[in-house]
Every structure is written in C-alpha cells, then in structure tokens.
C-alpha cells in the first residue's frame, strides 16, 4: 500500500510538473508575440518631449516600416551596418518605428526615437533623443528589466552616450563601461540597442527618400 501511494504521488508531482511547464511556455510565447507586435512608441509624448525639450512648443510623429522605407535591400543594409542578424519577432520588416520630431515653431530642432531591445530578463526600451544630424542629446531607458536596472538607468551611465553619433559606434570609438557586477549581457544588449536605434534613424528618417511614406 505504501508503494502503491508513493508511486500516485511521484505520478500526480510529474502532471503538475507538466502543466507548469506548458503554463509557463505559453506565458513566454504570449510575451514575445505581444513584444513583437509594435515598435517603442513614447508613453507619453506631451511629458516626454517637454521634459527633454523645454523650449519645444510641439510635435509631430511619423511612423515608419523598413518594408515602406526601402524594403528587403534596406533591411539587409540595416543588418550589415548592425553587425548582425535581426531579431525575427520584434525586429522585423514591417515593424511600425515611431519618430517624433520636436518642433519650435514650425521649425524641427530635433528627434525622438525608440526600440525594443531583448535582454536576458526580458525587454529593454531605449529612448533616444538626437539632434537633426544623429548625435544623441539624451538616453534613457523607458522600461529596463535586469536585477541591477537601476545601475543602468542611473545618469552616471546614461549620460556617458550624450554627444556620440552613429559614427562613434562604428569606428569603435566608445569608451563606456559597464556599470554592472553581473549583467554584462544586458550591457551588451543595451549597446546593440542604441545603434540599432542611431541607425534605424539614419536610415528611415534623416536619409529617407523624398518620396518614401
């Protein structure tokens, strides 16, 4: 009798094993088609722009696909200049970029421009705001999940990208560190995500064709 209940028991603990498991993949299968489905849009645009830009009087937003910018040569150019594949869920060809150029007036002195960006405990966005040339004025994280986020998000790191360019990335002529102990991946990641960004801005919206949505 002993036996036979150990052995229900072992039987019962494999079936809710199993249903966790399956649980748990569905979970992460519903987070990354969620994660894949829009680009980074501002959560609040009017606080955003206002806050970075307290001369700004407004803005205009475009949202922009690489399919619509210049199509499959485009997206291999944007991998080329990467360095690397394109993630197939959330960077995709005909995922929507949203561009928010900043105006004074009626003249634009600026843009704004996020990404998602996967890292080892999930999605980072990176928010860029640059001058109408490319170089970056500000960086931050709008949603940052690592255990030492809050190293990443501190302005002692994130202000070290102010002034650097798309050019700076690939000459090699970043001196950052990683502020880090035990998230040197995220560091990475959070790189990557950054000249993806400087670059899906040249491509997309400083070079855009005339012509192009």
């Given amino acids: 009798m002993i036996k036979f209940w150990s052995s229900f028991i072992i039987l019962e603990f494999k079936?809710?094993?199993?249903v966790i498991f399956i649980a748990l993949a569905l979970l992460a299968a519903y987070a990354s088609i969620s994660f894949a489905?829009?680009?980074?849009?501002?959560?609040?645009?009017?606080?955003?722009?206002k806050r970075?830009?307290?001369?700004?009087?407004?803005?205009?937003?475009?949202?922009?696909?690489?399919?619509?910018?210049?199509?499959?040569?485009?997206?291999?150019?944007?991998?080329?200049?990467?360095?690397?594949?394109?993630?197939?869920?959330?960077?995709?060809?005909?995922?929507?970029?949203?561009?928010?150029?900043?105006l004074k007036g009626k003249e634009v002195i600026a843009h704004i421009h996020g990404v998602n960006q996967k890292g080892i405990y999930g999605g980072m966005q990176i928010i860029l705001a640059t001058d109408?040339?490319?170089?970056?004025?500000?960086?931050?994280?709008?949603?940052?999940?690592?255990?030492?986020?809050?190293?990443?998000?501190?302005?002692?790191?994130?202000?070290?990208?102010?002034?650097?360019?798309?050019?700076?990335?690939?000459?090699?002529?970043?001196?950052?560190?990683?502020p880090t102990k035990e998230s040197h991946e995220d560091f990475l990641a959070t790189l990557r995500g950054v000249k993806k960004n400087l670059i899906l801005l040249k491509e997309l919206k400083i070079n855009r064709k005339p012509g192009t949505k």
Avoid at 15 to 18: G, M
């Fill in 15 to 18: 079936k809710v094993c199993l």
């Fill in 132 to 178: 109408l040339k490319g170089k970056i004025l500000h960086f931050y994280y709008q949603k940052m999940s690592s255990p030492e986020a809050s190293k990443f998000m501190d302005n002692n790191f994130t202000r070290q990208f102010a002034s650097l360019s798309l050019d700076d990335f690939i000459q090699g002529k970043i001196s950052i560190k990683d």
């Fill in 52 to 102: 970075l830009f307290p001369e700004a009087t407004g803005y205009k937003t475009d949202f922009i696909t690489v399919k619509e910018a210049g199509g499959e040569e485009l997206f291999k150019k944007i991998e080329q200049e990467l360095g690397g594949k394109l993630d197939t869920l959330y960077e995709t060809i005909d995922v929507p970029y949203a561009f928010y150029d900043v």
């Fill in 37 to 49: 489905a829009v680009g980074c849009s501002l959560n609040d645009p009017d606080r955003d722009v």
